[in-house]
Each structure stands twice: as C-alpha cells, then as structure tokens.
C-alpha cells in the first residue's frame, strides 16, 4: 500500500491521518487478531455505520448471543485507512463499512478471511466480493434529493451528467469529502471513462456547487429550503422524517430517481468482512446481519435495501428488482486513490 493511496483514503475523512509506511499484509486467515487476541465470548467492531442507525442492531445481537461487541466508530474511509495501516497488527475482528469501495480497498491489502459459502449465497452476487472476502448487507440508492416548493417536477435533469448545465447553476448540493460520493464518481469512472468523469467534475466545480461536509446538512438545508436540490443517497429522506416527527411524504422534499440505468442511480451497499475466519463470533455477526432481523431492521428502521430475497423494498420506494440501476461491479469501486486525485484536480476537495 502506497503512502499515497493511505494519505487518499484518508482525505475523505473529516480529519485527515497522518499515515507512515504498513508493514507486512499477508493473507486474512492468518491474521494474528480475532479469536487469538480477542477475549472469550467478545469481539471488536471497526463501524463506518453511525452509531444511531447500527448500534441498536449490535445490541439485540449481544443479547441474543451473548457476545459482547466493543465497537469503534469513525468515518468508514478513516477506519479503512487505519485497518491498512495496523495491518496483521489490527484488534479489529470485523470492519462494517457503508460502501462497497472501502471494503475493497481492505480486501485489496489480503487483510480479509475469506467467508464461507454458505453465508455468501443468501447474497446476489453482484452485490459481494467476486474474491469472497465481504459481503453486502444492505442497499442504498443514489439519488437528487429536491425541495418540492422550489423546483418543479419539470425542472429536473433526466441523467445526471445534466447538473453541469448553466440552469442548474447555484443549486446543486455535493458532499466530495463524503465516501459516498466518491464511491459515485468512480462509478462514474467505469461507467463512461475517466476522461468523460473529469470534464463532468470540472464543469460541475465551475457550475458553483453548494458544498456541505455529508450528506446529512444537504438533506437538512433541502428541506428547509437552504437548498434546492443535492445528490445524496436515498434513506437521508427518510431519517431525516423520522426526526423530525411526521412522515416522509410530509417533508417539502423528495427523492428523484434516476432512469434508464443513468449512474446517477448507482446501488452500492454497505457491507462487511472479517480478519479470521475461525473467529465464529466475527462469523455469527455477519449472519445475524443477514438473517431476518437483521435485514428486517436494515428495511424498517434505516429505509435501505434489503440483500437477501425475500424482503420487501422500504416503503414508498420501488422493489430492488424494478429499479433501472446502471450495471456496475461494486468490486471495481475499489480504486479510490484515483478518483480522489480527480475529485481534488477538478477543484472540489477544497
């Protein structure tokens, strides 16, 4: 792992690492963390999931299990960049990231076990590593969020490459520093050619962009009007309903919905892997997570997709099988040193 790459994967954190060189990245199995350094009956989460929306999911599976889960939150880039960093060296038994670029980059450094196949299969493959080390567990939606008192139906762009037009200037609310929006880009990136993703983010950066730190502020300031529009991912609506008491149709806000397979609609998920496949703790963590209540709270108390067939799509929102979502592999979303490097030469990291 280059010092570059560390130093790009913790540029998307609110504070940026100072790295040093890692040391040796062998193979997951052998990892000297886990079961070996691990007490009995516990194990460590690395969470790149906010503690509100996850926490309560890791407390039924203590309950139900009775193993004790430490979890260290943080900026899932920022903790991807750490886990390169501590190497074989790592306390962490499991790293649960919200997207799918930062668990490759992991998986890249050979610091991930490889899971069973068994766990592996409840998942399409299209939303897992092609190597088995993760494994998604729910799905999210990109999406322009729209203040529905500001901006006529009429008025929103068909695909996304549309934003940089001259009518939209001043009213677009973009997160560059935020995983999510990266993981986007370089979506963007395989999809139509990193020349094609450059010139976008230049005339995107030179269409006055209204720029926010996550995803949070530019639902907030959509709704109260602050904003007229912003590319977010779609369950911000949803929980931004739940706090403030009323339901989501209620909000002068709603999610528009990229067609016709535009990378505008990208699904990336959130997923997770372990560092020790003989950890059966870190294991039964995955499985909770994909076993009924876990996808059951994913779709009911975060609004996101559930991976595992079988479960209805949060409400209000098409089933997973209708959407017209571009055909990316999510394994591809791994490089995100370049897309950084982009994103910062088109003058969007600030």
């Known amino acids: 792992m280059t010092r570059t790459t560390r130093a790009a994967l913790a540029l998307t954190a609110a504070a940026a690492l100072v790295l040093t060189a890692c040391g040796d990245n062998g193979g997951g199995d052998s990892n000297g963390n886990g079961a070996d350094s691990a007490e009995a009956g516990s194990l460590v989460l690395y969470s790149g999931r906010n503690e509100e929306l996850i926490q309560p999911l890791i407390d039924q599976f203590e309950e139900e299990s009775g193993i004790e ?19 074989q060296a790592t306390p962490a038994d499991v790293f649960l990231a919200q997207d799918a670029g930062a668990l490759g980059a992991v998986a890249q450094e050979g610091l991930f076990a490889e899971l069973d196949q068994e766990l ?3 998942v399409p493959e299209i939303y897992r590593d ?47 520093t935020n995983a ?16 094609t993703a450059q010139q976008w ?20 300031d959509v709704i109260d009007g602050a904003l007229e529009m912003g590319l977010v991912n779609h369950y911000y609506l949803y929980a931004q309903a739940a706090e403030r008491g009323v339901e989501p149709e209620e909000l002068p806000a709603a999610n528009h919905l990229f067609g016709d397979g535009d990378i505008g ?61 571009p055909d990316i592999d999510l394994n591809q979303l791994e490089d995100l040193e370049t897309t950084i490097q982009m994103i910062t030469e088109a003058g969007l990291a600030g």
Request: charged share 20%; net charge negative.
């Open 180 to 195: 999510s929006f990266q993981a986007f880009v370089t979506g963007f990136r395989i999809s139509e050619g990193d020349q």
């Open 69 to 87: 889960v430490s979890v260290r939150y943080g900026d899932t880039a920022e903790l991807a960049a750490q886990l390169i960093e501590e190497g």
């Open 265 to 325: 609609a990208l699904m990336n998920v959130t997923g997770a892997g372990v560092f020790d496949a003989q950890n059966q703790g870190a294991v039964d963590l995955l499985e909770y997570l994909l076993s009924e209540e876990g996808q059951q709270y994913f779709v009911e108390e975060t609004a996101e997709y559930a991976m595992v067939e079988g479960f209805e799509a949060p409400a209000g929102l098409p089933p997973l099988q209708e959407l017209d979502v």
């Open 130 to 176: 092609n190597g088995n080390s993760w494994v998604g567990l729910s799905g999210r939606l990109r999406t322009l969020i729209y203040n529905t008192d500001l901006v006529e139906e009429s008025e929103l762009p068909e695909t996304v490459a549309e934003l940089t037009g001259p009518e939209y200037a001043g009213r677009v609310g973009i997160a560059p």
């Open 201 to 220: 983010l230049s005339d995107l950066a030179g269409n006055d962009p209204q720029y926010r730190d996550r995803n949070g502020p530019i639902v907030s």
């Open 120 to 122: 592996l299969v409840q």
